[in-house]
C-alpha cells in the first residue's frame, strides 16, 4: 500500500488535530480551555475596567450612582449612549449585528459553534456605551458573548475539529461569568446549563480549567471578595417558609411578564417610526430622569436591599416594576446589554418587600427582608433564564451564604414552575429562539454526530482509485458533516484532508459503514 503522508502529516498542530476529532484528547482541550480561560479573562477585565474608567469622570462615587447627576444629564446621557452605539452598529452588515446570550446559543446549536470576530467587536463596544450610557442592562450576558467567541475564534484560527468549537465556546462562556462575578463554580454551571444546554462529562474538565483561570486573573485584579459583601442570615423559622412561597409566586409572575414584553418588544422592533435604538435612548432618558435608580445594571441598589438600608415598601415595589419594564423595553428594542443583573435586582426588589409585608402582616419576630431579597435574586433569575442550578450556584456563591441553599432550592422551585407554565415554552432565551424560528428539539443521534470529528471512525490504511475522483471532507469535520457531504454527493466513502504547507493532503477515509458502526 502507498504511503500518502508526507512530512506535514506529523506536524505537532495535525497531530492535535486528530486526537481532539477522537475521544481521547481531554489533557490537550484541557490545556487549551486553560488558555481560553486567561484570553476570555483578561478581555472581561479589560471590559470592567474601561466602564470603570470611562464613568469615573460624571460618576465620582462609583459606576452605579447615576442618581449623583443633575436631571437633565439622566435624561441626555442615554440618548447620547444610543446615537454612539447606533453608529457602531451601522459600520456592520446586518447579519454580524446579533449579540448577546441569544446569539451564543443560537451560534453553538445551529451553526457548528462557529462565531464571528465583527459580531464580538460590536458586542464588546456596544456594551461599554449601553452600561457607560446608564441603560438597564447587565455586563454578564456581553460577557458570555465576548467569553464564547474567544473560544470558538481561537478553535477556528487553530482549525480544530468542529466537534470541539462548542466546548471551547463553552470554556469562554464560563470564563466569562467567572470573571464578572468572581464565582467559578456559577461559571462552569452556567455555561452547561445555559450556552451549551447539555451536561457531557468530557466536556467539565475544561470548562472548569478555564473558569479557574478566569477566576485566578479576576482574584488577582480584584481581589477574593464576592460581588456582594454579605452578613450570614439564616432564616428565622420554618414559618418564613410561607412568605418565600409566596414571594416565588410573585416572582415566577413577574418572570413571566418580563419574558413576554421583552418578545412583545422585540417584535414591533421593524414596525417603529423611529429608529428603536434611539428610541430605547429616548425611553431610558425619561425613566432616568425622573427614576434614577432604574439607571444602570443596579448592583448599588442590591447591596443596599442587602444590607437593610432601603426598608420602603411602597418604593421597592416602584422601583421593581419600572426596572422589569425599562430592561424588558430597552433590550427588546436592540440595547446590546444583558439582563442577568437587572434580573437579580428586581428579584431583591420582590424578595425585599415580601419579606416586609410578611412581617407587616404575620407579625413574625426577626424576619430578615435581607433573607427574602437573596431568595427573590436566585429565583427571578431561575425563572427568567430557566436555569435553576446556574441560578442557585451564582447567588451561593455571591453570597457564600450556606443558610440560602433549602429556602432558594424551594423558591425555584416554585418560580421556575410558575414562570414556564405561563409562557407555556420554556426561559428567555428559549423563547427568543422559537421567534426566530428556530427548534430547539435536536434528535439524539445528531447530537451525538455532530459531537464527534471524522478522525473518531477514519481510517488511515486506504487504497485510492485511479478512475474515481475521492470527494473531501476536512478533517476537523463531525461526523454529522460527513453524513451530509455523503447524502449531497451520494457516495460510501469520503477522503479525509488535511491543510499541508502548500496543499491539502489525504490522510485517511471515512466511510459510511464506520459511521453506523460508530453510533450503534
Known sequence: ????????????????????????ALPQLTCIGMLIGLLAGGLLILFREIIHYSTSFWLPMGDEHFETLPDLARFIIPVIGSVFILLLFSCASAKRRSVGILHVVERLQFHKGKMS???????????????????????????????????????????????????LAACGGAAAISASFNTPMAGVIFAMEVVVRQYALNSF??????????AVLSQIMYGPDPAFVVPVIPMASLTELGIAAASACLIGILAAGFIRLQLWTASKRQQLFINPIILAGLFMGTVGYFLPAVMGIGYDTIELILNGE????????????????????VTGLGIPG??????????????AAFGHMGDF??????????????????????????????????????????????????????????????????????????????????????????????????????ELLDNKEIVPVPVHASLQDALEIMETHSVEVLGVYTSGRRQSVLCGVVTREAIDNFYR
Open 1 to 24: 500500500m502507498p504511503d500518502h503522508l508526507p512530512p506535514e502529516h506529523h506536524h505537532s498542530l495535525h497531530q492535535l488535530r486528530i486526537k481532539l476529532s477522537s475521544t481521547d
Open 117 to 167: 470576530f465583527t459580531s464580538m467587536v460590536l458586542q464588546f463596544f456596544g456594551a461599554i456605551m449601553a452600561l457607560i450610557g446608564g441603560f438597564s442592562v447587565g455586563r454578564e450576558g456581553p460577557a458570555v458573548h465576548v467569553g464564547a467567541a474567544t473560544g470558538s475564534l481561537l478553535g477556528q484560527k487553530l482549525k480544530l475539529p468542529q466537534n470541539t468549537l462548542r466546548i
Open 205 to 214: 474538565i475544561p470548562v472548569m480549567a478555564a473558569a479557574v483561570m478566569a
Open 310 to 329: 432601603l426598608m420602603n415598601i411602597t418604593f421597592l415595589l416602584i422601583l421593581m416594576v419600572a426596572k422589569l419594564v425599562t430592561t424588558a423595553v
Open 338 to 351: 444583558g439582563i442577568i443583573g437587572p434580573s437579580l435586582m428586581m428579584g431583591a426588589l420582590a424578595g
Open 361 to 462: 402582616l404575620l407579625n413574625l419576630p426577626d424576619v430578615s427582608s435581607a433573607f427574602h431579597a437573596l431568595l427573590g435574586m436566585v429565583a427571578m433569575m431561575a425563572a427568567v433564564l430557566q436555569a435553576p442550578m446556574a441560578a442557585l450556584v451564582t447567588v451561593l456563591e455571591l453570597t457564600r451564604n450556606p443558610h440560602i441553599i433549602m429556602p432558594a432550592m424551594f423558591t425555584i422551585v416554585i418560580a421556575c414552575l410558575i414562570a414556564g407554565r405561563l409562557t407555556s415554552r420554556g426561559g428567555l432565551i428559549e423563547m427568543q429562539l422559537l421567534a426566530k424560528g428556530y427548534s430547539h428539539q435536536h434528535s439524539l443521534l445528531k447530537q451525538l454526530l455532530s459531537q464527534k470529528g471524522v478522525a473518531t471512525v477514519m481510517s488511515r490504511h486506504f
